[in-house]
């Protein structure tokens, strides 16, 4: 297993369209979380999954984000009627189901809304 | 509710020369400190943790203690070089509310010059 992994890496469009993102876990990885970077920040959280179970949403999360997790695995996020305030890097990370279980990072997607 | 504080960036030092960043933590419960660094262009990777009071957490020449007293785990390298450059975040995780969502401080910037 090679990681978390992102996908896209970039991601250019214009205002008012809808995104998706994918990410992979590492596959013995129950908890996956969604987190938000802008320049000069900390990851900001948006969302987090136990298996397929969305436990916690951010009050960061709109109304225009959902996220799926579909049979434990992968996950999306996408956003809708994308506006310039959403431009950012959206991290993915997942770790195990254990007390002390540090999170492993996907590289992440780059938003640019134009 | 959780939260992280760093220090301001960008340091800058000199190679061999001492680092200290140093970060404070709120937290509801009992959580579990972590470091993670991002290299330019990379996900944000596992430096240490530590996961109860008085622990040392090291790695890389990196080192980090627990100190419940001040609520504190400033992270030290006797003696940087070049390749440390990079961005360095103070997380912690603890279960509050049942879940063990890493929370994140902004970042500390960190440029070693030859």
């Known amino acids: 297993d090679t990681g978390v992994s992102q996908d896209p890496r970039h991601k250019i469009t214009k205002r008012g369209q809808n995104v998706t993102f994918r990410c992979d876990p590492i596959s013995e990885h129950n908890r996956l979380y969604w987190y938000r970077q802008t320049l000069g920040q900390g990851p900001e959280f948006l969302t987090y999954?136990?298996?397929?179970?969305?436990?916690?949403k951010s009050r960061l999360l709109s109304d225009r984000f959902s996220a799926e997790r579909p049979k434990g695995s992968f996950s999306t996020l996408e956003i809708q009627r994308t506006e310039q305030g959403d431009s950012a890097m959206y991290l993915c990370?997942?770790?195990?189901?254990?007390?002390?279980?540090?999170?492993?990072f996907g590289q992440g997607t780059r938003l640019t809304v134009v | 509710g959780n939260s992280v504080t760093q220090m301001e960036g960008p340091v800058t030092l000199s190679e061999e020369a001492f680092l200290t960043i140093n970060c404070t933590y709120t937290a509801t419960g009992y959580p579990s400190l972590f470091w993670y660094v991002q290299y330019p262009g990379e996900g944000l990777q596992l430096l240490l943790k530590a996961t109860k009071a008085d622990d040392k957490g090291s790695n890389k020449g990196f080192e980090a203690t627990y100190r419940k007293e001040t609520t504190s785990f400033h992270l030290e390298k006797g003696s940087v070089q070049v390749s440390d450059s990079a961005v360095y975040f103070c997380?912690?995780?603890?279960?509050?509310?049942?879940?063990?969502?890493?929370?994140f401080g902004r970042g500390t910037s960190l440029i070693v010059h030859p």
């Open positions: 999954f136990q298996n397929e179970a969305q436990l916690e």
């Open positions: 997380a912690l995780s603890d279960r509050a509310g049942g879940s063990y969502i890493p929370t």
């Open positions: 990370a997942s770790s195990l189901d254990r007390d002390v279980a540090e999170a492993f």
